[in-house]
């Protein structure tokens, strides 16, 4: 069963800056792939970032330039560094996977989630 943990949210004020770290243990299968989704209080889930299997990423449009997705395939970690927090990027950071070579950074396509780690940006 593939188990996904979270870490490196906390608060910070605007402008500044956090790194998300997320391992993956369990994978059984060599194509996967990636991303990190972020749901407010009230809101719907959506997807920030998202990596293929060939290295491919996707971003939310709010956060293209600001935030890197990117993974390392050794050791199965998934990493979001994020620059110049905004208020509105306050939210519940999760991890997700799903098996298969690229998928749109959609909740429906993935089929494993870690708890989630919080993300507050205070102006």
């Known amino acids: 069963q593939v188990r996904l943990e979270e870490s490196g949210g906390g608060s910070v004020q605007a402008g500044g800056s956090l790194r998300l770290s997320c391992s993956a243990a369990?994978?059984?299968?060599?194509?996967?792939?990636m991303g990190w989704f972020r749901q407010a209080p009230g809101q719907v889930r959506e997807g920030v970032a998202c990596?293929?299997?060939?290295?491919?990423?996707r971003y939310l449009d709010s956060v293209k330039g600001r935030f890197t997705i990117s993974k390392d395939n050794a050791d199965n970690t998934l990493y979001l560094e994020m620059n110049s927090l905004k208020p509105e990027d306050t939210a519940m950071y999760y991890c997700?996977?799903?098996?298969?070579?690229?998928?749109?950074?959609?909740?429906?396509?993935?089929?494993?989630w870690g708890q989630g780690t919080q993300v507050t940006v205070s102006s």
């Open positions: 369990g994978v059984t299968r060599r194509n996967y792939y």
């Open positions: 997700a996977l799903g098996y298969g070579v690229a998928a749109a950074c959609y909740t429906g396509n993935f089929n494993y």
């Open positions: 990596i293929d299997v060939d290295g491919t990423t």
